[in-house]
C-alpha cells in the first residue's frame, strides 16, 4: 500500500495532476490482473478524485444554466482538460 500513499503526496504536491492519475487508471482497466496490482492500491483515491471531476462538472453546468450561457455543448467539457473557454463564450 505504499504506492497509493507515495501517489497521494505526488498529488498533494503538485507534481501528478488528477487528469494523469485517472487516464493511467484507465490505461489499465483491460490489462491483466497482474499488470493492475497498482492500479487496485490506489483505487480509493482514484475514485475520490473522479468523484469530485463529476461535481465540479455538474456544479459547472448548473452555474452555466443559471447564467444562460451558451456553454452547454461539448465545449463545456473544456474545463476537465483546464482550458477555460467556456467562460469566453459571450
Request: glycine share 0%.
Amino acid at each position: 500500500m505504499i504506492f497509493s500513499q507515495i501517489l497521494h503526496i505526488l498529488y498533494d504536491k503538485d507534481i501528478l495532476e488528477e487528469d494523469a492519475i485517472l487516464r493511467w487508471a484507465d490505461e489499465k482497466k483491460d490489462a491483466e490482473e497482474s499488470d493492475k496490482v497498482f492500479v487496485k492500491q490506489s483505487e480509493e483515491l482514484i475514485q475520490v478524485r473522479f468523484n469530485t471531476l463529476i461535481l465540479l462538472f455538474n456544479e459547472l453546468v448548473t452555474y452555466a444554466i443559471t447564467l444562460h450561457l451558451p456553454c452547454l455543448d461539448v465545449n463545456c467539457l473544456c474545463w476537465l482538460s483546464r482550458v477555460p473557454s467556456c467562460f469566453s463564450h459571450k
